[in-house]
């Protein structure tokens, strides 16, 4: 049963979307003009999303050019974890857009006319800590990663479901905590297996994992932009 | 800067909340009719509020008529995990609104449909997985707790604002956690202290920092409603 008023929240939502996948395109050919792959990174706050850039970035050092885009709604904490890498960043606060709950096409365009796409090969975006809001946006990206840390426990995928069913890969972090966790590993792997996204699971602090990921993130780097 | 379409989306917003606020006015005027208090906890996916509940609903029994409602995109875990307590549970489910982010004071309605308030002196909400959306709307809530788990990490108060800034109690979640983490507590306080709110740290694991949780359920629930 559907009343009037939901009907027009839908109708406001359906148009809001359609404008945002416009500029999407917009951002697509941008950066194909420049063979720039973006990979975009979503999660809880909380999830890993900047310690897995950390324990990345240095990996990928010398191998291809790589820039950060950092959303959050307020600070500028995570692009200056960054910064201390000598990796370029632009933080992007949606705080002046009303503390908006994800990144859309036109943040990532203007946080583009600041990160020059054509000085890259790879840019990440760490999008806004949501695991809901930001899987509804596309913002241009070649490859979109959930990440999920274990202390977020097993039913995730199955409570979020849009997240991981549009992601091209799911990363689950901090493993190193799964023997401090009231945590079942085998019932998470279960839970993917129903949505069949492609995982790996990582702790960035011990670096079990990590070669998985570099090794995905290099191929998405080299992958043809159609 | 704000262009036109910027513009044109904050109405929209705006226009969505005002609506909201009626409603979370009248769901205010129902459960005052029956003396009824209800306790919105809201938190990051993983924060551990249907754990909370699971270790505070025992604590209740026989102390005051208690109900729940929760509140996820997809999925009737969390309200499977709270009938076992024989405690009267709504699951609400947002995925039939679009995969809803948030509770609204609408939805909320529909659940009071079905846990009458009349039977109870406590209502607990669990809320949408998010540290980002419910925070922005009023539901008709006696008080408002955020519980944010110490896996997530010290900076959150200062990157999620609104949330912090508007809660009645945070929660501080899994301390027993706390040696297992690159995790500094004092820094956490540090944060909250500038944001101001009440806090209480705990673990509903070990039941370190349950009673004072316990103490302050209590008195929210003998709370004058005004």
Redesign the interface.
């Known amino acids: 049963m559907k009343s009037g008023?939901?009907n027009k929240?839908?109708n406001?939502?359906a148009n809001?979307l359609e404008?945002n996948d416009r500029v999407a395109m917009e951002n697509r050919r941008l950066l194909e003009k420049s063979h720039t792959r973006v990979i975009d990174i979503i999660g809880?706050?909380?999830a890993g999303k900047t310690r897995l850039l950390e324990a990345t970035l240095p990996a990928l050092a010398g191998k291809m050019r790589v820039g950060v885009i950092a959303a959050?709604?307020?600070?500028t904490?995570d692009a200056e974890r960054i910064a201390v890498l000598d990796v370029p960043v632009v933080q992007t606060t949606t705080g002046a857009?009303?503390?908006a709950?994800h990144l859309d096409a036109?943040a990532v365009r203007q946080a583009l006319e600041q990160l020059d796409p054509s000085e890259f090969d790879l840019i990440f975006i760490e999008n806004?800590?949501?695991?809901?809001?930001p899987a509804?946006f596309d913002i241009g990206q070649t490859a979109r990663v959930v990440v999920l840390?274990v202390?977020?426990?097993e039913?995730?995928p199955?409570?979020?479901?849009?997240a991981f069913r549009t992601a091209d890969l799911v990363v689950i972090s901090?493993t190193d905590?799964v023997p401090?966790?009231?945590f079942d590993m085998a019932a998470l792997r279960d839970n993917l297996e129903r949505i069949k996204p492609e995982w790996i699971e990582l702790s960035a602090?011990s670096g079990d994992g990590m070669p998985s990921w570099i090794e995905w993130v290099g191929r998405t780097a080299r992958r043809a932009i159609c």
Chains 1, 2 share one sequence.
């Open positions: 008023r939901d929240r839908i406001v939502v809001i404008a809880s706050p909380g959050d709604i307020e600070t904490l857009f009303g503390g709950c036109s806004v800590g949501n695991l809901v809001c509804e840390s202390a977020e426990g039913d995730k199955l409570k979020y479901p849009l901090k905590l401090h966790l009231e602090r």
